[in-house]
């Protein structure tokens, strides 16, 4: 099944969100194609409000993502996007785009597209895209699978989690989105947030 993952990688909870897609994708065969999102677009984040530091670097990141998938790179995204997870929200360190991609075996100078404005309009591109599916009022991770009859994409905002489940329930949970996904006219499940993501454990990277 292809599963498309709409990602920010500056957001904690779309990345442990990923992890949770990453773990049930070994078990329930799924290709997933990772897509960019920028809060700092998305929001309009201007200089002095929360998080703009956080949201710029991020949205430079985003610029090299789509500098890779140009390059012809497209199926490294993910590992890309693993290592950049990696240094933010488990290592908790600034992240070395070039040493980065050399450690991929891509070329170290496609960090420059990180100041480069040419690949705002494709990221633009993506982000209107999911949003298509699921409407504005919504945050990241976006997840967007096919139809059952074919007959197009159906996608939802989330699952918004603080903690990587084992794979038992990893899957218990992808079962559920399905069913909430594939039902017409479901909107919302919800309760109020009370803690922030847990660190994923290195091992876990991979799911």
């Known amino acids: 099944m292809k599963v498309q993952f709409w990602f920010e990688p500056a957001c904690p909870f779309c990345w442990m969100t990923s992890r949770w897609l990453v773990r049930v994708a070994k078990h ?22 929360p998080f703009f530091a956080e949201v710029t670097a991020s949205h430079g990141m985003l610029r090299v993502v789509d500098a890779v998938r140009a390059a012809g790179h497209e199926d490294r995204i993910g590992d890309l996007y693993t290592e950049l997870g990696r240094a933010l929200h488990v290592d908790g ?65 989330g699952p918004v989690i603080t903690v990587l489940p084992d794979v038992e329930a990893s899957l218990r949970l992808w079962d559920g989105f399905l069913a909430m996904v594939a039902t017409d006219g479901f909107y919302e499940l ?18």
Not at 109 to 122: G, I, N, T, V
Not at 195 to 203: I, K, M, S, T
């Open 190 to 207: 919800k309760r109020t947030r009370a803690e922030a993501p847990e660190r994923v454990a290195p091992a876990d990277l991979q799911g």
């Open 28 to 49: 329930r065969d799924l290709a997933i194609e990772w897509l960019p999102i920028s809060l700092l677009r998305k929001n309009g984040t201007r200089e002095g409000e």
């Open 93 to 157: 360190v600034a992240v070395d785009m070039p040493a980065v991609l050399r450690s991929l075996g891509l070329d170290a100078d496609l960090a420059d597209a990180a100041d480069d404005q040419r690949y705002d309009a494709p990221i633009s591109i993506a982000m209107a895209d999911g949003l298509s599916l699921v409407g504005d009022a919504v945050g990241t991770p976006i997840v967007a699978v096919e139809r059952p009859d074919g007959s197009g994409r159906m996608g939802l905002f």
